[in-house]
C-alpha cells in the first residue's frame, strides 16, 4: 500500500509541474501580446524581445511534452496499481 500512496504524490507532483508550465506559457503569450501592441518601444527593442519570447515558448513547448509523458506514464501505472489492490 505505501507504494500506492507514493505513485499517488507522484503523479500529483508531474501535474503540478504540468500546471506551471501552462502557466508559464500563458504568462509568455500574454507578454508577446503586449509587444505586439502598438507602444512607445523602439521597434527594434520589440522584436527582440519577441524574438526572446519565441525562443522561451519553444522550451517550454518541449519542456510541456517531456512533462505530460511523464504524467501519463505515472497515470498509467497507477491505474494498473489500484486495479491490482481491487
Keep these: ?3 500506492v500512496l507514493e505513485g499517488m504524490a507522484a503523479r500529483e507532483g508531474a501535474l503540478l509541474t504540468l500546471e506551471t508550465i ?14 505586439n501592441a502598438p507602444s512607445g518601444l ?7 524581445r519577441i524574438a526572446h519570447l519565441e525562443s522561451d515558448l519553444e522550451a517550454l513547448k518541449a ?12 497515470k ?11
Design 76 to 86: 498509467k501505472r497507477n491505474q494498473q496499481d489500484t486495479e491490482w489492490l481491487r
Design 1 to 3: 500500500m505505501p507504494a
Design 42 to 48: 523602439p521597434m527594434e527593442t520589440r522584436q527582440k
Design 22 to 35: 501552462d502557466n508559464e506559457v500563458a504568462s509568455k503569450r500574454a507578454k508577446m501580446e503586449e509587444l
Design 63 to 74: 519542456a510541456r511534452d517531456s512533462a505530460n509523458l511523464q504524467y501519463e506514464q505515472i
